[in-house]
């Protein structure tokens, strides 16, 4: 994944920074994840559950990323979900999966290689 070329592109775009929350996800951690919303509280957020489904970040090394945006100079994340719309557009035109396309469960902060 040309990472570096996907952050700079997103910052030109948008004016704020993209960084990377998640790469390689350990089976148990996409598990942990997959129960949200079925047995643990919370909203559903993958249909993976590690073991029997993978997620393209349960490949080593992954296939994937999961990114966060933030305002130059602060950490503080900026979680209005149209600041990923940018993400898309060029995660898309550099040949990537973008998962605001997803149809089930949308996840608009992933990217993944074909």
Request: charged share 25%.
């Amino acid at each position: 994944m040309a990472w570096p070329q996907l952050k700079e592109a997103f910052g030109m775009e948008t004016g704020l920074n993209l960084e990377i929350s998640c790469t390689y996800r350990s089976p148990k951690a996409q598990n942990d994840l997959f129960h949200l919303g079925r047995t643990k509280p919370g909203r559903k957020v993958t249909n993976c559950d590690g073991y029997k489904d993978l997620s393209d970040h349960n490949i080593y090394p992954s296939k994937a990323i999961d990114t966060w945006v933030h305002l130059a100079g602060k950490n503080l994340a900026v979680w209005d979900i149209d600041a990923f719309d940018a993400l898309g557009k060029i995660a898309k035109k550099m040949g990537l999966v973008w998962g605001g396309d997803f149809k089930g469960i949308v996840d608009r902060p992933h990217v993944a290689l074909p």
